[in-house]
């Protein structure tokens, strides 16, 4: 074989392998390249075992994290090759010479993988290993969301989110950028050297601006987010890192609840304001 292999590959939408090319020796040793008339159909496929992806540290909630896997598009693919065996790329030698040009796998989970070259009438079989190891980040996502509602605002208290989000980074395969040994990584240490911000969407205001926890592990963690907002009004929320493209999403819309208690309050609409409920009237919270 003469291959420009890696051991190690980063995850990404164009994953490329590069070129390789095999001879064929005969029983004494001799290379076959000019030789071998007969066109010989070689099968190449792909086995991996999948890393999964762990939270190095639990946040308050307990979550499952998402994790990448193998589709129906990750396969593997060839620039000089149409021809399919049993699943597998098949392609031809000439004169004693096979040349698989831009082997490719598209958004490849983060793993280990062995590439087999193959033909049955041969009893050996050559094989190379790599790694795949995570991309740089094209996404935000949600670990834990937002709630759907929020309190009104009470006279004793600000009362915070009943789930504070927590939110991770993925590259374009999907695979999380979650651990320690990452987020010292040069290459990655500017995705991870801030907190994420988060603002209401169209509105300009400072009790609607927050800041995560410095990132550990590759977590952006909320706590003690609180969101205060006016009554009958319904809310996004906007997080986002930095300047970077793409890293930015947008929470489910929150509802501001009734004032509590409902019977002994009612709400000013288009404030933050929860008033007493007059004698003899009837209130629910609401305005």
Known sequence: PNASFQQTYRSGQNFTLGDISIWVY???????VGMDPVARLFTLNLTFVLTPASIPEQPQQTVSLPQASISSSTALHSKNSSHSVDGALGLYSRDGLLFASGLWIPYP????YTLHFRHSGFTTALAFEFEVTVGLPTSLRFLVSTPATSAAMN???LIPLSLQPVLLLQDTANNSLV???LV????FYQYFSMPLSASCV???STACQWNSRSPSGGLFVFSGMVLVGNNDQVYRINFSLGSFPGLFVVSEPITIQPCLPRAQ???VTLTTECIDCPENAICNGTS
């Open 26 to 32: 005969d029983n004494e040793s001799h290379a076959l």
């Open 109 to 112: 989970p983060v793993g280990l």
């Open 155 to 157: 006279d004793v208290l």
């Open 179 to 181: 651990s320690y040994t």
């Open 184 to 187: 010292n990584d040069p290459n």
């Open 202 to 204: 169209d509105i300009i």
């Open 265 to 267: 309050k009612y709400a």
